[in-house]
C-alpha cells in the first residue's frame, strides 16, 4: 500500500484531482450538518436571486430554492449513483469476462457476441431505451447507466483472462484438483483485478456524466428531488436571463469528473507494473540531451564507432539512477568487441544511448560523446539520427518474437527495412530480402519469406532478425544478448553466422552477453562492465586468460568448467549497487576481498594502453 502511494504520488496531476475530489467529498459529507435551507422549500418571491445577494450565497433558482442546498444535496445523489453503477457495471461485467475467457469455446462465442450485440448500439440511445422500457426515475436510470457499460468491463476482462487462462500456474491448478469455482477465484481473479480497478477509475467520472445526461432530459431524479443533471435541465431556459442556475452545477460537473479523470489516470499509473516509470508522456522519438559541455572534435582515428565518456541517467521524480556512468570504448572496422557483465550493469542502456534509443522520458543523457566514423551523434537531429538507424548502425535484440511484429509475414518487415532507406522497387527489395533469408542459411527462403513470426522456431526468427539487420549493409551491428533464449545447438550456429558475416562483410560488431564463453568464441576484445563503468579491457586472450580485476577474475570463477574435474565454483558476495545510491570510489569496493579504505574513498581512473584496468590493487600476475 505504502508503494501504492508513493507512485500515486508522483503525480502531480493525480494530487491535485484526489485533492478537488476530496474537497467535494468533505462538503457533501458534512452537508446534513451545515446551517442549510430545505433544497425543495420554493419561494417564488426571491425568484433567481444573483449570488451573494439577501443572504444566497449561489443565488435561487427558478422557484426560488437555495441554490447552495441543492448543489451539495445534488452533488451527493449524483456521486452516489455514479459510483454505484461503477460498482455494478465493473462486478457484473468481470465476472463475464471471467467466465468468456476462461471457460472458452462455445460459451465465450454465445456470451461474447451478446456482447457485441449490446455494443453495436450507442451507449446513449441505448440508455435512453432501457430508461424508457422502465419508466423515468433516478434508479432506473442507475439501472441504465450500468447496463451499457457492463460490456466495456467484459470485454476489458475477457481479453485479460484469456491471456491466463493457460498459463503454467493455471494449469498446475487444475492438476492439483482445484475445482473451476476455486480456480478462478484464487488464480484468475487476482490477476484480473488490477485491470477492473482500472477500468473503474476511469470511467466512474464517464457514468456521472450519463446519468446526469438522463436527469438532463427528464428521464432521472424527478421534481422535486435534485441532482447535478436535473438542475442543469430546470435552468435551460433561463440560460440568458439568469445564467448563474446553469453555470452552477455544471461547474459541479466539471469539477467532479475532471478530478475522478486525473485521479484515475494517476491510479492507473500506479497499478499498471508497466507504467510505473512515472513518466506520463510518451517517450521522444530521439533521447533527451543535456550536456554541461560539446565535447572538442576527436583527432584522426581508425575506429568506426568510438563512445568518449558517455553518461546517461534515468530522472524519476526526485531519484537520480546513473545507469551509464562515463564509458569510453571504441570499435574497429571488422572488430566484434564483447561487453560483459552482471545484469543491472549498464550494457544496455550503453548501447540504445548509441543512437539515442533510451526512453526520454525519464532517459537523459547528460555528458560525452558517441562518434560514428568520427562525428558526433549525441543531440545529432532526428532527421540524421532516423537516417542512421538502421542503415549504417543495426540492432540485434535479445528476443526476435518481440522485436518482430507479429501480424505482418517476415518478408513484408524485411522490405520495409530496405524501402525506408533505399528507393527501389517493391519486387527488388522482396528479391533482396529472399536474398537475405538465403544469407542468414534460412532453408527454402522463398517460401519462409511469407511465414509470420511465430510460424517459426526461435533460431529461425533470430536469423530473420539478423537478415533485417544486414538488410543495408550496415558498418556497426550492436547485438544485445542475441543468444539468451537459445538452445545450445542454435547459439552455435547463431555465432558461427555471426562470425562468417563479419569476415566477408567488414561489419563490426559490439556484441552485449553474460556468456564467457560466448565471448572467447566470437570476440576480439572484450570490456567488462560494472554499475555502469567498464573496469577491465583487453584482448579476448588476455581478459580470459589473466583478468586483472578483481571482478573479472570473480565472474571467470563462476563460469562451470566441463570435461575439467572437479572445480568448486565461486559465487560473488553481495549484490551490485543500486545506480542511484553508487558509493563513493569503486563500485565493486563492498564486494572485493582485496578492497583497502582507499578504494572506497578515492576516485579510480580507468588507466592502461592496450590493456586497461580501473583498480588500485589488480591482481599479481598481471599487474
Same mark, same amino acid.
Given at each position: 500500500?505504502?508503494?501504492?502511494?508513493?507512485?500515486?504520488?508522483?503525480?502531480?496531476?493525480?494530487?491535485?484531482?484526489?485533492?478537488?475530489?476530496?474537497?467535494?467529498?468533505?462538503?457533501?459529507?458534512?452537508?446534513?450538518?451545515?446551517?442549510?435551507?430545505?433544497?425543495?422549500?420554493?419561494?417564488?418571491?426571491?425568484?433567481?436571486?444573483?449570488?451573494?445577494?439577501?443572504?444566497?450565497?449561489?443565488?435561487?433558482?427558478?422557484?426560488?430554492?437555495?441554490?447552495?442546498?441543492?448543489?451539495?444535496?445534488?452533488?451527493?445523489?449524483?456521486?452516489?449513483?455514479?459510483?454505484?453503477?461503477?460498482?455494478?457495471?465493473?462486478?457484473?461485467?468481470?465476472?463475464?469476462?471471467?467466465?468468456?475467457?476462461?471457460?472458452?469455446?462455445?460459451?465465450?462465442?454465445?456470451?461474447?457476441?451478446?456482447?457485441?450485440?449490446?455494443?453495436?448500439?450507442?451507449?446513449?440511445?441505448?440508455?435512453?431505451?432501457?430508461?424508457?422500457? @422502465?419508466?423515468?426515475?433516478?434508479?432506473?436510470?442507475?439501472?441504465?447507466?450500468?447496463?451499457?457499460?457492463?460490456?466495456?468491463?467484459?470485454?476489458? *476482462?475477457?481479453?485479460?483472462?484469456?491471456?491466463?487462462?493457460?498459463?503454467?500456474? *493455471?494449469?498446475?491448478?487444475?492438476?492439483?484438483?482445484?475445482?473451476?469455482?476455486?480456480?478462478?477465484?484464487?488464480?484468475?481473479?487476482?490477476?484480473?483485478?488490477?485491470?477492473?480497478?482500472?477500468?473503474?477509475?476511469?470511467?466512474?467520472?464517464?457514468?456521472?456524466?450519463?446519468?446526469?445526461?438522463?436527469?438532463?432530459?427528464?428521464?432521472?431524479?424527478?421534481?422535486?428531488?435534485?441532482?447535478?443533471?436535473?438542475?442543469?435541465?430546470?435552468?435551460?431556459?433561463?440560460?440568458?436571463?439568469?445564467?448563474?442556475?446553469?453555470?452552477?452545477?455544471?461547474?459541479?460537473?466539471?469539477?467532479?469528473?475532471?478530478?475522478?479523470?486525473?485521479?484515475?489516470?494517476?491510479?492507473?499509473?500506479?497499478?499498471?507494473?508497466?507504467?510505473?516509470?512515472?513518466?506520463?508522456?510518451?517517450?521522444?522519438?530521439?533521447?533527451?540531451?543535456?550536456?554541461?559541455?560539446?565535447?572538442?572534435?576527436?583527432?584522426?582515428?581508425?575506429?568506426?564507432?568510438?563512445?568518449?565518456?558517455?553518461?546517461?541517467?534515468?530522472?524519476?521524480?526526485?531519484?537520480?539512477?546513473?545507469?551509464?556512468?562515463?564509458?569510453?570504448?571504441?570499435?574497429?572496422?571488422?572488430?566484434?568487441?564483447?561487453?560483459?557483465?552482471?545484469?543491472?550493469?549498464?550494457?544496455?542502456?550503453?548501447?540504445?544511448?548509441?543512437?539515442?534509443?533510451?526512453?526520454?522520458?525519464?532517459?537523459?543523457?547528460?555528458?560525452?560523446?558517441?562518434?560514428?566514423?568520427?562525428?558526433?551523434?549525441?543531440?545529432?537531429?532526428?532527421?540524421?539520427?532516423?537516417?542512421?538507424?538502421?542503415?549504417?548502425?543495426?540492432?540485434?535484440?535479445?528476443?526476435? @518474437?518481440?522485436?518482430?511484429?507479429?501480424?505482418?509475414?517476415?518478408?513484408?518487415?524485411?522490405?520495409?527495412?530496405?524501402?525506408?532507406?533505399?528507393?527501389?522497387?517493391?519486387?527488388?527489395?522482396?528479391?533482396?530480402?529472399?536474398?537475405?533469408?538465403?544469407?542468414?542459411?534460412?532453408?527454402?527462403?522463398?517460401?519462409?519469406?511469407?511465414?509470420?513470426?511465430?510460424?517459426?522456431?526461435?533460431?529461425?526468427?533470430?536469423?530473420?532478425?539478423?537478415?533485417?539487420?544486414?538488410?543495408?549493409?550496415?558498418?556497426?551491428?550492436?547485438?544485445?544478448?542475441?543468444?539468451?533464449?537459445?538452445?545450445?545447438?542454435?547459439?552455435?550456429?547463431?555465432?558461427?553466422?555471426?562470425?562468417? @558475416?563479419?569476415?566477408?562483410?567488414?561489419?563490426?560488431?559490439?556484441?552485449?552477453?553474460?556468456?564467457?564463453?560466448?565471448?572467447?568464441?566470437?570476440?576480439?576484445?572484450?570490456?567488462?562492465?560494472?554499475?555502469?563503468?567498464?573496469?577491465?579491457?583487453?584482448?579476448?586472450?588476455?581478459?580470459?586468460?589473466?583478468?586483472?580485476?578483481?571482478?573479472?577474475?570473480?565472474?571467470?570463477?563462476?563460469?562451470?568448467?566441463?570435461?575439467?574435474?572437479?572445480?568448486?565454483?565461486?559465487?560473488?558476495?553481495?549484490?551490485?549497487?543500486?545506480?542511484?545510491?553508487?558509493?563513493?570510489?569503486?563500485?565493486?569496493?563492498?564486494?572485493?576481498?582485496?578492497?583497502?579504505?582507499?578504494?572506497?574513498?578515492?576516485?579510480?581512473?580507468?588507466?592502461?594502453?592496450?590493456?586497461?584496468?580501473?583498480?588500485?590493487?589488480p591482481e599479481e600476475d598481471v599487474a
Amino acid at each position: 500500500m505504502s508503494t501504492f502511494i508513493k507512485l500515486l504520488a508522483r503525480n502531480r496531476l493525480a494530487i491535485f484531482g484526489a485533492a478537488v475530489l476530496g474537497v467535494i467529498i468533505l462538503l457533501i459529507v458534512v452537508t446534513p450538518l451545515l446551517p442549510l435551507p430545505d433544497p425543495d422549500a420554493t419561494a417564488t418571491a426571491d425568484r433567481f436571486k444573483r449570488p451573494f445577494s439577501d443572504g444566497f450565497i449561489l443565488g435561487t433558482d427558478h422557484l426560488g430554492r437555495d441554490l447552495l442546498s441543492r448543489l451539495l444535496w445534488g452533488t451527493q445523489l449524483s456521486l452516489a449513483v455514479g459510483l454505484a453503477a461503477a460498482l455494478i457495471a465493473g462486478t457484473v461485467g468481470a465476472a463475464i469476462g471471467i467466465v468468456a475467457g476462461y471457460f472458452g469455446g462455445r460459451i465465450d462465442n454465445v456470451i461474447m457476441r451478446a456482447i457485441d450485440m449490446l455494443m453495436a448500439f450507442p451507449y446513449i440511445l441505448l440508455a435512453l431505451a432501457i430508461v424508457a422500457a @422502465l419508466g423515468p426515475g433516478l434508479l432506473n436510470a442507475l439501472y441504465a447507466v450500468a447496463a451499457v457499460n457492463i460490456p466495456f468491463f467484459a470485454r476489458n *476482462v475477457r481479453g485479460v483472462t484469456v491471456s491466463i487462462a493457460h498459463k503454467e500456474f *493455471v494449469d498446475a491448478a487444475r492438476l492439483s484438483g482445484m475445482g473451476h469455482i476455486r480456480i478462478l477465484t484464487t488464480e484468475i481473479l487476482p490477476n484480473v483485478l488490477p485491470v477492473v480497478i482500472i477500468a473503474m477509475s476511469t470511467t466512474i467520472g464517464w457514468m456521472i456524466l450519463e446519468t446526469a445526461g438522463l436527469s438532463f432530459l427528464g428521464l432521472g431524479s424527478q421534481p422535486p428531488q435534485a441532482d447535478l443533471g436535473s438542475m442543469l435541465g430546470e435552468a435551460r431556459a433561463a440560460l440568458i436571463t439568469a445564467p448563474h442556475t446553469s453555470i452552477v452545477p455544471g461547474m459541479m460537473i466539471l469539477l467532479i469528473v475532471m478530478s475522478v479523470n486525473l485521479l484515475g489516470d494517476g491510479v492507473r499509473d500506479a497499478l499498471d507494473p508497466r507504467l510505473r516509470s512515472g513518466a506520463l508522456s510518451r517517450p521522444m522519438a530521439a533521447t533527451l540531451v543535456r550536456r554541461d559541455e560539446t565535447p572538442p572534435e576527436e583527432a584522426e582515428t581508425e575506429a568506426v564507432l568510438s563512445l568518449e565518456n558517455l553518461q546517461t541517467r534515468f530522472e524519476v521524480g526526485s531519484r537520480i539512477y546513473r545507469a551509464v556512468g562515463g564509458v569510453s570504448l571504441a570499435i574497429n572496422p571488422g572488430e566484434c568487441v564483447g561487453l560483459i557483465g552482471e545484469s543491472g550493469s549498464g550494457k544496455s542502456v550503453t548501447a540504445l544511448s548509441v543512437m539515442g534509443l533510451v526512453a526520454s522520458p525519464p532517459g537523459i543523457i547528460t555528458g560525452g560523446a558517441v562518434r560514428l566514423n568520427g562525428q558526433d551523434l549525441i543531440g545529432a537531429p532526428y532527421r540524421r539520427l532516423r537516417a542512421l538507424r538502421g542503415d549504417r548502425v543495426a540492432y540485434i535484440f535479445q528476443d526476435p @518474437l518481440s522485436t518482430l511484429h507479429p501480424l505482418y509475414r517476415v518478408g513484408d518487415q524485411l522490405t520495409e527495412a530496405i524501402r525506408v532507406h533505399h528507393r527501389i522497387s517493391r519486387d527488388a527489395a522482396h528479391e533482396r530480402a529472399v536474398k537475405l533469408l538465403e544469407d542468414v542459411r534460412i532453408p527454402n527462403a522463398r517460401a519462409r519469406i511469407r511465414s509470420y513470426p511465430h510460424e517459426l522456431s526461435g533460431g529461425m526468427r533470430q536469423r530473420v532478425a539478423i537478415a533485417m539487420a544486414l538488410a543495408n549493409e550496415p558498418e556497426v551491428i550492436i547485438a544485445d544478448e542475441p543468444t539468451t533464449a537459445l538452445d545450445v545447438t542454435v547459439q552455435a550456429q547463431i555465432l558461427k553466422l555471426l562470425d562468417d @558475416l563479419r569476415r566477408d562483410r567488414g561489419v563490426s560488431i559490439l556484441f552485449i552477453t553474460h556468456d564467457f564463453g560466448v565471448v572467447g568464441q566470437l570476440c576480439d576484445r572484450v570490456a567488462v562492465m560494472y554499475a555502469g563503468r567498464i573496469v577491465e579491457e583487453g584482448t579476448t586472450a588476455e581478459v580470459l586468460d589473466a583478468p586483472a580485476h578483481p571482478y573479472t577474475k570473480r565472474l571467470i570463477a563462476c563460469v562451470p568448467e566441463l570435461g575439467a574435474g572437479r572445480r568448486e565454483l565461486h559465487a560473488i558476495p553481495g549484490l551490485p549497487p543500486a545506480v542511484d545510491q553508487l558509493p563513493h570510489g569503486c563500485a565493486f569496493a563492498p564486494r572485493c576481498h582485496k578492497a583497502t579504505g582507499l578504494c572506497a574513498t578515492s576516485e579510480i581512473e580507468l588507466t592502461g594502453t592496450g590493456r586497461k584496468v580501473r583498480c588500485i590493487l589488480p591482481e599479481e600476475d598481471v599487474a
